[in-house]
């Protein structure tokens, strides 16, 4: 018998066809989905951030200074407005301030007769017991300048006649002015200096000659303060000479005027005291200038004062250093992505510092990481921190980092949202 051949029905093979060309369809589809999802995915999907690799000194420090100290008495100096800038040498006992006391008796006189701003004050009759003054001064050897009896001076030009020659007579005609006597004016004098907490400072008279005027190096820079506080006394103590009514022209007494942005204060001169100055300057360094005070004591001889002074100021502004920590451009990181993209991190402006010695300035960065940015993009902070004051900067990029692209994206399915 012929074999018989089974044939499926048309309806049957039919149905088989269509399942194929489902499963295929359905096949097609899902790829096809499944590579939509992914492209989509990968240019929609956020790129790995990079964290930017910083390098920068975390503290920055300048040279300690060495004062140079005079090899005799006492001294000190200090620039206020630098907390650390503060030093002193020699002992530290009360000794005779000469004609520095004139500091004081000025101080005490504006205490009880003010004078606000440029004002010259209340006018001064000067009598014959002026003129007896000044003889009895002549005839003691102090320094003096000539009255006339009948001439008036301001209390402005009085203190001038006091304080630029150093006049013994203007300081005692001053004192009796204000107080009534000497004797008075010590009184006042001792009680302001009590309430000023100047403990180490004692006054007998208000010229320089009595030995038994005395003070510290430590109070006699805070009682310079004070005349730098006060717009007349500062004004006349910077004065080089002054045209006086009966006294004539007078010269200032402190002939470094001018040295290192010396403007002030005081000279002091006697065989116990020895040759002394109260000073104050406007030091510069660099593009600013410090406020210095200083005081040297005892030196033997007037050159020898000159000398010490003129060193220790000039060791003083030394000590000064004008920093610049961070300038404008200046490099303190670097942005390097997955894709290649790189860029700088720089700071957008500069800070200049004026530091004392080896005061430190603290350095800390802050940056946050990036995907992609534009030049110019603010992505940290630097702070820059001196004696608790902070100055921040802010760091950008140095040029653009772009998206890493859809080919690298592609490429890159497991380095995208990480």
């Not at 038994?212 to 006349?236: C, F, M, Q, W």
Request: include cysteine; hydrophobic fraction near 40%.
């Amino acid at each position: 018998m012929p074999q018989q051949v089974l044939v499926d029905p048309p309806r049957r093979v039919s149905r088989k066809v269509y399942r194929r060309r489902r499963v295929f369809v359905f096949g097609l589809l899902t790829a096809l989905l499944v590579a939509f999802v992914y492209v989509v995915g990968s240019l929609v999907a956020p790129v790995p951030a990079t964290a930017a690799v910083t390098a920068h000194d975390k503290t920055l420090t300048q040279p300690a200074v060495q004062l140079a100290w005079p090899g005799y008495g006492s001294a000190a100096v200090v620039a206020p407005d630098y907390p650390g800038a503060s030093a002193s040498h020699g002992g530290d006992a009360s000794v005779p301030i000469a004609s520095i006391t004139k500091t004081i008796t000025a101080l005490v006189v504006l205490e009880k007769k003010p004078l606000n701003g440029d004002d010259q004050g209340p006018s001064i009759a000067f009598t014959q017991k002026d003129v007896d003054i000044w003889h009895q001064v002549v005839g003691a050897g102090g320094s003096w300048a000539p009255v006339v009896a009948g001439t008036s001076l301001t209390e402005k030009q009085a203190l001038e006649a006091m304080l630029l020659p150093s006049a013994n007579n203007y300081a005692i005609s001053l004192a009796n002015w204000a107080f009534g006597s000497s004797d008075a004016f010590a009184k006042a004098a001792n009680d302001w200096l009590a309430q000023k907490g100047f403990t180490a400072t004692k006054i007998v008279t208000p010229d320089g000659l009595d030995p038994r005027n005395v003070s510290d190096t430590k109070d006699l820079i805070g009682i310079g303060k004070l005349v730098l506080d006060s717009p007349a006394l500062s004004s006349i103590v910077s004065q080089k000479n002054a045209t006086l009514p009966g006294a004539g022209s007078q010269d200032n007494t402190n002939t470094l005027l001018g040295f290192e942005g010396m403007d002030g204060i005081k000279t002091g001169n006697t065989d116990e005291a020895g040759n002394c100055l109260l000073f104050s300057a406007q030091v510069p360094v660099g593009t600013t200038k410090v406020r210095v005070l200083g005081v040297v004591l005892g030196a033997p001889t007037d050159d020898d004062l000159r000398a010490g002074v003129q060193a220790l100021l000039t060791s003083m502004k030394g000590g000064f250093h004008q920093v610049t920590p961070v300038e404008k451009g200046q490099v303190f990181g670097t942005y390097t992505t997955a894709w290649g993209a790189a860029s700088k991190l720089i700071a957008t402006e500069s800070k200049t510092f004026v530091v004392w010695s080896d005061t430190p300035i603290q350095v800390d960065l802050r940056t946050r990481p990036l995907s992609s940015g534009f030049t110019g993009d603010i992505l940290g902070q630097g702070t820059f921190t001196l004696n608790g004051k902070t100055a921040t900067v802010p760091l950008a990029l140095a040029k653009d980092v772009p998206d890493p692209g859809f080919g690298w994206r592609l490429a890159h399915p497991g380095g995208l949202g990480t």
